[in-house]
């Protein structure tokens, strides 16, 4: 206790300069107790309004989920999953696909300098 009294900045006087401020301590540390009390409760009520809260905004997105797709429950969640596979199959393909233009991309570097019937870059430099 008197770490955290000390640590805290606030320094009793002794005994022998009156013995009066032992008597404020405690009365300051039952009303700092008294407002930790009062935070508390707060925190916790505004916990059970933001849960309420966030339960309304479920409810919202899930009602506009079901007003976009015409459907609800278990063909919503069944319809939402195969957005969600069909998506990642779109992006494998797209992924298959660009690694194969960069094969090409070499190809035809390579079979640049193939063609050219000239030794020289200007044939005309003479």
């Given amino acids: 206790m008197r770490a955290i009294i000390l640590s805290s900045g606030i320094f009793p006087k002794s005994e022998t300069n009156g013995g009066d401020d032992m008597a404020d301590i405690a009365k300051k540390i039952t009303k700092l107790d008294e407002k930790i009390g009062k935070l508390k409760e707060r925190i916790k009520s505004d916990t059970a309004e933001c849960e309420k809260l ?7 997105i899930y009602q506009s ?3 976009q797709y015409s459907c609800e429950g278990q063909a919503l969640a069944d319809m939402i999953a195969r957005e969600h596979e ?6 494998a393909d797209d992924k298959s696909v660009s690694d194969n233009s960069y094969a090409d991309v070499a190809d035809e570097e390579e079979m640049l300098g193939q063609t050219s019937f000239f030794e020289k870059n200007d044939p005309y430099s003479d």
């Fill in 54 to 60: 966030s339960e309304q905004k479920a409810l919202l």
């Fill in 65 to 67: 989920l079901c007003r």
């Fill in 86 to 91: 069909q998506a990642a199959t779109s992006v």
